[in-house]
């Protein structure tokens, strides 16, 4: 079927309302209206104590090397006997 891009697509008659449309379409908060109250206060409970949360960075000891595949510090025990394509592999990701 041939379509005349030239043919104006609607007409004003044919154009509804902002209201209208709002109208029809689903409700945004429908799916959100199933949730009881708890759900919303466990939420923000576990929010608040990821806050108080403190992590103590330690720096990559001579004993340890980061794996050139997975990137996580391992100690030297965890070292291949082969060395990977981009540098040193743990074990795990040797084999």
Do not use: W
Request: overall charge negative; some cysteine.
């Amino acid at each position: 079927m041939a379509t005349d891009y030239d043919a104006p697509r609607k007409n004003d008659d044919e154009t509804e309302s902002l209201d209208a449309l709002k109208e029809r379409a689903p409700d945004a908060l429908g799916a959100s209206a199933d949730l009881d109250e708890g759900d919303h206060s466990e939420i923000l409970e576990s929010h608040d104590i990821a806050e108080d949360l403190e992590v103590v960075v330690v720096p990559k000891q001579e004993d340890e090397f980061t794996c050139s595949e997975c990137f996580i510090v391992k100690h030297k025990t965890q070292l291949a006997s082969k060395k990977g394509k981009y540098g040193p592999q743990c074990l795990e990701c040797a084999s």
